[in-house]
């Protein structure tokens, strides 16, 4: 008998308290991460807003000091989102929401949706679903409007309308409740069928619907929140594209999008499949605040990921975590005394796959910790790969236009960074990327 059964039998045991286990997991994920954002402020406190020796004379002081407040302001917003959805979750658990909810999704289905051909546990599955999603957006809509209206707005990034911000919540919702419904009713019809072995199944059947959205996004979602239009001719689309056409890039289209109705924060990457053609999307703003050279050397960057194959072991090693988080749940989705914990006479799937995600967050952590290490990798290569190309001096002026006009932090905590960026810091890259010029010569 493996650990991890033996673990799970031991705790299948009438009145194991399953609330307080899950109440202090929460607690202790906001403890946390609480505790890493103290050691960030406490850096930054440390630092004030002295730009690092490395960038004297690129960043302007002034610029530093906006930095440092937009890094503070969003660090203290963020302890406080993270106690919000804590008293949130630890609300549910005490006054038993969860049963009460599942109750009022068979109410609904019994008497609002009686014309539905469809009943059973499925169904009413696919319903508590949706009212957990719709619960959960009146929680964090507030948060996310102040983070736009008031914090994004101040440091002037926030380009949308009251309407535009409206309109994209409900158009999310509706995705939602359209695609969330279809792959919960997969998932539960799966595990139904095949009972104990259904992680296979289901890992197969999660390839299939991310292959799925790689191909169906940017046609037909992507559309719905912003507009694409191709590249105009001239000097930029002329040296992406020789720079495509040098690598053997499969390059399709190339398009600007709209970023700026939203944000004046700056991006590039491409998309498709990881063995098909691609398409590169520039933010209308990244144009606006970059030179031609500095554009390129970002997509060669980008590139360099597709060169790597960084996106194809990416996509890989998500099948590996998917793989083991449902193996995990095949050990506690038949616990008995998790479902009595929470009120729950029978043992509806859906229920304790909810559970679970909570049972789940020490092992998010440290998957945390892992898959930004890998990140961080993979983007020190693509710097490398770019350095290559003959790009160095313009990627590091392209970084750090990129890390003024987004008020990125001038200073990071270690352990802060390793939990919580997938990027290196910008100090860091820089160091990187002369370190391989220098080899290169």
């Given at each position: 008998?493996?650990?991890?059964?033996?673990?799970?039998?031991?705790?299948?045991?009438?009145?194991?308290?399953?609330?307080?286990?899950?109440?202090?997991?929460?607690?202790a994920e906001f403890a946390f991460e609480a505790y890493l954002s103290y050691r960030q402020i406490k850096k930054l406190q440390e630092k004030g807003h002295q730009v690092p020796q490395s960038l004297k004379g690129k960043i302007e002081e002034d610029v530093a000091l906006k930095s440092q407040d937009y890094s503070f302001t969003k660090l203290k917003f963020g302890i406080f989102s993270d106690a919000v959805n804590l008293l949130y979750n630890l609300t549910w658990i005490k006054f038993d929401i969860l049963p009460k909810l599942w109750n009022l999704s068979g109410n609904i289905l019994a008497n609002s949706l009686?014309?539905?051909?469809?009943?059973?546990?499925?169904?009413?599955?696919?319903?508590?679903?949706?009212?957990?999603?719709?619960?959960?957006?009146?929680?964090?809509l507030p948060l996310s409007y102040y983070s736009t209206f008031v914090i994004e707005e101040r440091f002037g990034f926030n380009k949308q309308t009251l309407k535009l911000w409206i309109t994209d919540a409900i158009k999310g919702l509706l995705l939602s409740f359209v695609f969330g419904t279809a792959i919960y009713a997969g998932f539960l019809k799966i595990v139904d069928y095949f009972s104990d072995t259904f992680m296979f199944y289901m890992s197969v059947f999660m390839f299939v619907i991310q292959i799925f959205f790689i191909i169906f996004y940017p046609k037909f979602i992507q559309p719905l929140f912003n507009k694409l239009t191709?590249?105009?001719?001239?000097?930029?689309?002329?040296?992406?594209?020789?720079?495509?056409?040098?690598?053997?890039?499969?390059?399709?289209?190339?398009?600007?999008?709209?970023?700026?109705?939203?944000?004046?924060?700056?991006?590039a990457y491409f998309l498709g499949l990881p063995w098909g053609t691609k398409q590169i999307v520039i933010f209308d703003t990244l144009i606006e605040k970059s030179s031609v050279n500095e554009v390129t050397a970002v997509l060669g960057h980008e590139i360099g990921h597709w060169a790597l194959s960084h996106t194809t072991k990416l996509l890989l090693i998500n099948q590996v975590q998917l793989f083991s988080i449902f193996s995990l749940f095949a050990l506690f989705f038949k616990n008995k005394s998790l479902y009595q914990s929470f009120g729950f006479?029978?043992?509806?799937v859906i229920i304790g796959f909810t559970l679970f995600s909570d049972v789940l967050k020490p092992f998010n952590a440290v998957l945390s910790f892992a898959t930004n290490l890998l990140s961080r990798n993979y983007e020190y290569q693509a710097d490398e790969y770019a350095v290559d190309l003959g790009y160095s001096s313009d990627l590091s002026s392209a970084l750090i236009g990129l890390h003024k006009e987004n008020l990125s932090s001038l200073h990071v905590d270690w352990l802060y960074s390793a939990y919580s960026h997938s990027h290196p810091h910008l100090t860091e890259r820089l160091q990187a990327i002369e370190f391989n010029a220098k080899k290169e010569k």
């Amino acid at each position: 008998m493996s650990f991890f059964s033996q673990l799970t039998g031991a705790l299948d045991k009438p009145g194991f308290n399953w609330k307080l286990l899950i109440a202090g997991f929460s607690s202790a994920e906001f403890a946390f991460e609480a505790y890493l954002s103290y050691r960030q402020i406490k850096k930054l406190q440390e630092k004030g807003h002295q730009v690092p020796q490395s960038l004297k004379g690129k960043i302007e002081e002034d610029v530093a000091l906006k930095s440092q407040d937009y890094s503070f302001t969003k660090l203290k917003f963020g302890i406080f989102s993270d106690a919000v959805n804590l008293l949130y979750n630890l609300t549910w658990i005490k006054f038993d929401i969860l049963p009460k909810l599942w109750n009022l999704s068979g109410n609904i289905l019994a008497n609002s949706l009686a014309f539905l051909p469809w009943k059973g546990t499925l169904v009413q599955s696919l319903v508590f679903v949706n009212l957990l999603s719709i619960a959960g957006l009146v929680v964090s809509l507030p948060l996310s409007y102040y983070s736009t209206f008031v914090i994004e707005e101040r440091f002037g990034f926030n380009k949308q309308t009251l309407k535009l911000w409206i309109t994209d919540a409900i158009k999310g919702l509706l995705l939602s409740f359209v695609f969330g419904t279809a792959i919960y009713a997969g998932f539960l019809k799966i595990v139904d069928y095949f009972s104990d072995t259904f992680m296979f199944y289901m890992s197969v059947f999660m390839f299939v619907i991310q292959i799925f959205f790689i191909i169906f996004y940017p046609k037909f979602i992507q559309p719905l929140f912003n507009k694409l239009t191709p590249l105009e001719d001239g000097e930029l689309k002329q040296s992406i594209e020789k720079l495509a056409a040098d690598q053997k890039f499969p390059l399709d289209k190339l398009y600007v999008i709209d970023g700026s109705k939203r944000s004046s924060h700056s991006n590039a990457y491409f998309l498709g499949l990881p063995w098909g053609t691609k398409q590169i999307v520039i933010f209308d703003t990244l144009i606006e605040k970059s030179s031609v050279n500095e554009v390129t050397a970002v997509l060669g960057h980008e590139i360099g990921h597709w060169a790597l194959s960084h996106t194809t072991k990416l996509l890989l090693i998500n099948q590996v975590q998917l793989f083991s988080i449902f193996s995990l749940f095949a050990l506690f989705f038949k616990n008995k005394s998790l479902y009595q914990s929470f009120g729950f006479s029978g043992q509806p799937v859906i229920i304790g796959f909810t559970l679970f995600s909570d049972v789940l967050k020490p092992f998010n952590a440290v998957l945390s910790f892992a898959t930004n290490l890998l990140s961080r990798n993979y983007e020190y290569q693509a710097d490398e790969y770019a350095v290559d190309l003959g790009y160095s001096s313009d990627l590091s002026s392209a970084l750090i236009g990129l890390h003024k006009e987004n008020l990125s932090s001038l200073h990071v905590d270690w352990l802060y960074s390793a939990y919580s960026h997938s990027h290196p810091h910008l100090t860091e890259r820089l160091q990187a990327i002369e370190f391989n010029a220098k080899k290169e010569k």
